[in-house]
C-alpha cells in the first residue's frame, strides 16, 4: 500500500523600499548629523508597522522625531538603524 506524503515548505521573504528624491536634509539632534526625513505613513510601511504602533514606538525613543523637518517628521536613519538590529537578531 502506498503512502501518500506531504511536505509543507514556508518562505519567508522581505522587502526594503528606499524612496529618494530631491528632498532637503535636516538635522538631527540624536544623529548628530543632516539627514534624510520620512513621512510617519512611509517610515511605518518601510518597518511594517500600523502607524499607531510606530508612534508608540516614537515615544518609547525607538526613533528620531524631527519638528522641523519638510519631507516628513521621522529620521530615516533611526529606522535603518531599527532595520539592521531585526535583521541581525
Ligand atoms: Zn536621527
Redesign the pocket.
Known sequence: MRRKRRVEITIETSRLVVRRSSQRLTW?A??ATH?QSVTLQDAAALIGVETSSLCTQIEAGEY?FLEEARSGPI?L??LFVSIDKQNHD
Open positions: 538631527c540624536q544623529c539627514v528620531h529620521c536613519n533611526s
